[in-house]
């Protein structure tokens, strides 16, 4: 499979630190994306980096991207319990087949 | 404006029986998918468009057809429908732009949660 793998599965932090999650992927891609899914409800797009940018800001969300590594972090400062989601990475491949393939998820709790 | 409108919210179906879920978009977007939602598994792909007439697998093609007659449309049939298809499932469209840079962001609907007994 394609897919690629989140790490923690699972991340459980208090309001206002910082969370940190990984995607891991395994072939060469033109962007890669990352969403937030809220319970229930589909998931909405954050933040997209190409293949040739190593890091990326918005607001209070920080992506890099290290292709050699074949790996991105997600990192939200600041965090307050609206952040409290599952967050996807998905990665569109250079093979040209316009598959954009997900990772399995983080599910991060922030607590009040 | 709309967006991603899937049809029915919630289906149950019983094994063998035949159903379409439905996905429309009001954005004019050339790529539609459909991918499905189950517990630690992430999404997976089933089928994707990039236009009227155009269709392609993705990684989890059995069990599942898809015609594009319409840019707005993008309907998901279950032929024969199995307990393993008990999921849920997403619609999800965007731009395409060009084949060596499709930047765009993936628009999602709510989903339909399908449980086949």
């Known amino acids: 499979s394609q897919q690629g793998e989140e790490d923690p599965q699972a991340l459980s932090i208090q309001e206002g630190e910082n969370a940190t999650m990984n995607c891991s992927y395994k072939?060469?891609?033109?962007?890669l994306q990352w969403y937030r899914q809220n319970s229930g409800r589909g998931l909405v797009h954050l933040i997209l980096?190409?293949?040739?940018?190593r890091e990326k800001h918005s607001g209070r969300l920080r992506v890099t991207l290290d292709t050699s590594k074949k790996s991105s972090s997600l990192l939200i400062t600041a965090s307050r319990a609206a952040d409290t989601a599952s967050y996807f990475c998905a990665t569109a491949f250079t093979s040209g087949t316009y598959k954009y393939i997900f990772g399995t998820g983080t599910r991060l709790k922030v607590l009040a | 404006n709309a967006g991603v409108t899937q049809t029915p919210k919630f289906q149950v179906l019983k094994t063998g029986q035949s159903m379409t879920l439905q996905c429309a978009q009001d954005?004019?977007?050339?790529?539609m998918s459909w991918y499905r939602q189950d517990p630690g598994m992430g999404l997976r792909l089933i089928h994707y468009?990039?236009?009227?007439?155009?269709?392609d697998q993705g990684e989890v093609p059995n069990g599942y057809n898809v015609s594009r007659s319409t840019t707005e449309d993008f309907p998901l049939r279950l032929l024969s429908a199995a307990p393993s298809q008990t999921s849920v499932y997403f619609c999800?469209?965007?731009?395409?732009?060009?084949?060596?840079?499709?930047?765009?962001?993936?628009?999602f609907g709510n989903g339909t949660r399908l449980t086949v007994t």
């Open positions: 468009s990039v236009g009227a007439g155009i269709t």
């Open positions: 999800a469209s965007s731009y395409v732009g060009d084949q060596s840079s499709y930047n765009s962001p993936l628009h």
């Open positions: 954005m004019n977007h050339e790529y």
């Open positions: 980096i190409r293949s040739n940018e």
């Open positions: 072939t060469s891609i033109n962007n």
